[in-house]
């Protein structure tokens, strides 16, 4: 299994201000997966971060507010941009791993609550 | 129609009960398939993982899925409060660079 280590593990902020949520993997992955989860929903994808590429955005998502990082192969950011009340959620990162790769494990969650 | 459908519940039962939760899928192409347990406050679990039809048991665990009608079972046998979280299908075509769908999750309570 990987095991996946997150940061913060939560958060208040004001509105308009940023935050960048830091995950680490135990393990080199070619790709990292960064979620959101809203309180009662499922996970949605936000985009999946390649090492020594420009992340890929899902429908909806859009890289001037969700800017994405992934300088190496065990460690990537997500930033929040200009945070709104509608913003508030869990975050979530998320890697493969398992012995043929294709299990997904997730990091301990950010927990957002922007005011 | 959603890829993946899963009943939210809530459902209740008592200690010690069969517990049976469920998803439909409508992609045939998803060959992976996975259940997770998601505590209050904490990030989700892999609790089973298999591949293609049929069983896979792990302790009070028993996983199950059926591909001809598109339906995937995960079930608990003698529950236990601590049981009590919300449990999410997933499933995916099968490489590491495929995306993974989610169901909307069940949330499960135990009762003493």
């Known amino acids: 299994s990987a095991v996946i280590s997150q940061k913060p593990s939560r958060d208040i902020c004001q509105r308009g201000t940023s935050l960048t949520i830091q995950c680490q993997v135990d393990?080199?992955?070619?790709?990292m997966f960064w979620y959101r989860q809203q309180p009662g929903q499922s996970l949605t994808l936000i985009a999946t971060?390649?090492?020594?590429?420009?992340?890929?955005?899902e429908s909806g998502f859009v890289i001037d507010k969700f800017p994405i990082s992934r300088p190496n192969l065990t460690f990537s950011t997500l930033t929040v941009s200009n945070m709104s009340p509608e913003d508030s959620s869990i975050y979530l990162c998320?890697?493969?791993?398992?012995?043929?790769?294709?299990?997904?494990?997730f990091g301990q969650g950010t927990r957002l609550t922007v005011v | 129609q959603k890829e993946v459908e899963q009943d939210p519940g809530p459902l209740s039962v008592p200690e010690g009960a069969i517990v049976s939760l469920n998803c439909t899928y409508s992609?045939?192409?998803?060959?992976?398939f996975m259940w997770y347990r998601q505590y209050s406050r904490k990030g989700p679990e892999l609790l089973m993982y298999?591949?293609?039809?049929g069983n896979k048991e792990d302790g009070r665990f028993t996983a199950q899925v059926d591909k001809s009608s598109k339906y995937i079972s995960l079930f608990i046998r003698d529950s236990q409060p601590s049981d009590s979280a919300t449990y999410l299908c997933?499933?995916?075509?099968?490489?590491?660079?495929?995306?993974?769908?989610f169901g909307s999750g069940t949330r499960l309570s135990i009762r003493p």
């Open positions: 998320s890697a493969f791993g398992g012995v043929l790769n294709t299990e997904a494990f």
């Open positions: 393990s080199q992955v070619t790709m």
């Open positions: 971060a390649n090492q020594g590429s420009e992340a890929t955005y």
């Open positions: 992609n045939s192409a998803f060959q992976y």
């Open positions: 298999t591949y293609s039809s």
């Open positions: 997933a499933m995916s075509p099968g490489s590491s660079a495929s995306k993974i769908i």
